[in-house]
Structure formats: structure tokens, C-alpha cells
């Protein structure tokens, strides 16, 4: 993968790095985006928009078939059969 620099910045007291808006408008990013970022070597790090989380998923399976959410927690019928087989309960 080639790069190339588009800027620079500082990080300030607060470990923050603030990338300019110019910046974020040409790659696509908002205010309040979440970013992953990578390790890649030495001293380099990559920044890419972090995925949206799909809350039509199963968490355990990432399957779209109908679910329950426990705590903010998505599990598809197949997982929660799993679970209560490994707990030893019957499905009601």
C-alpha cells in the first residue's frame, strides 16, 4: 500500500490529535466518528473509520436471523440454544 502525507499535526496535553477539517471532509469523516487505529511499525500508525456495529446481528455469530438483546447484547436463537445446551437449561 502506497501513502502518502496529506498533513501534519500535534498532540496535545491530553493525547489528542486533532485532524483538520479539510482533512476529515476529504477522507469522508465526521465530528464524532470513531477511528481504529493500527500499529504498523516502529513509529507508524494507521487511522481508518472504524466499521459501524450492525444491531441486526447476532454478537456471537454476526447472523441477521431474529434475536433477543440481553444488556445491549444481540444473540440469535441458534447462540442462545448453544448457551442453554452448555448450561444444561431447556429452551421454553
Not at 433477543?68 to 447462540?79: A, H, L, Y
Request: hydrophobic content about 35%; glycine content about 8%.
Amino acid at each position: 500500500m502506497k501513502m502518502k502525507q496529506i498533513g501534519t499535526t500535534t498532540i496535545d496535553d491530553f493525547g489528542r490529535v486533532l485532524l483538520q477539517s479539510e482533512i476529515r471532509s476529504m477522507l469522508g469523516w465526521q465530528v464524532g466518528s470513531q477511528v481504529d487505529v493500527y500499529y504498523a511499525d516502529g513509529n507508524t500508525a494507521l487511522l481508518q473509520l472504524a466499521k459501524e456495529p450492525r444491531h441486526d446481528l447476532c454478537d456471537i455469530c454476526d447472523e441477521a436471523e431474529r434475536h433477543i438483546t440481553i444488556k445491549g447484547i444481540n444473540i440469535c436463537k441458534g447462540c442462545t440454544e448453544n448457551i442453554l445446551q452448555l448450561s444444561s437449561f431447556k429452551l421454553v
